[in-house]
């Protein structure tokens, strides 16, 4: 039995650890699933297969300038620690571990060590799925206060 884990990273690399057993299914992020499968295909004589769930909930890595007790110095590093995250080259780097890029222009494939080209079983440059919107407050609420009560 897995102990709930601290990360969905975590999960994933229970699962490569300890070989198939009677449920092997996780629900993981796309960057992570792609990142771990080359150790998966080392330690297991099966690598996982990879399914995107549709439609699906996307995620999507976001850095923001938060206002407040900063000065503008402070802001000035920020924007520029933005622009260097969303630079080409930074975003074929994060490519690379399996997240998509945040701007147009960089084709997956083309990549160097992109993982959309190492034949992953399931991978999907473009997965065509539609995206459901995320819970409305009301939720979240009702999972936090469950959550609360299950501590």
């Known amino acids: 039995v897995y102990q709930p884990p601290r990360s969905t990273d975590t999960l994933l690399q229970e699962f490569i650890a300890r070989g198939p057993n009677d449920a092997d299914v996780a629900t993981v992020y796309e960057s992570i699933a792609l990142y771990r499968w080359e150790q998966a295909a ?5 690598p996982y297969q990879i399914y995107y769930f549709n439609p699906t909930i996307e995620t999507v890595s976001t ?24 630079a080409p080259e930074q975003q074929k780097t994060f490519v690379q571990y399996g997240f998509r890029p945040v701007i147009g222009g960089i084709n997956l494939q083309s990549v160097s060590g ?15 799925l539609k995206s459901l919107a995320p ?10 206060r469950m959550w609360n009560r299950v501590q």
């Open 42 to 46: 080392q330690t297991q004589s099966k």
């Open 63 to 86: 850095a923001a300038i938060v206002r407040r007790d900063v000065n503008s110095q402070q802001v000035k590093a920020a924007r520029k620690f933005l622009q260097f995250l969303t």
């Open 114 to 128: 992109s993982p959309w080209t190492k034949g992953i079983p399931g991978a999907k440059t473009d997965p065509n």
């Open 135 to 144: 819970p409305n407050s009301e939720v979240i609420g009702e999972i936090q």
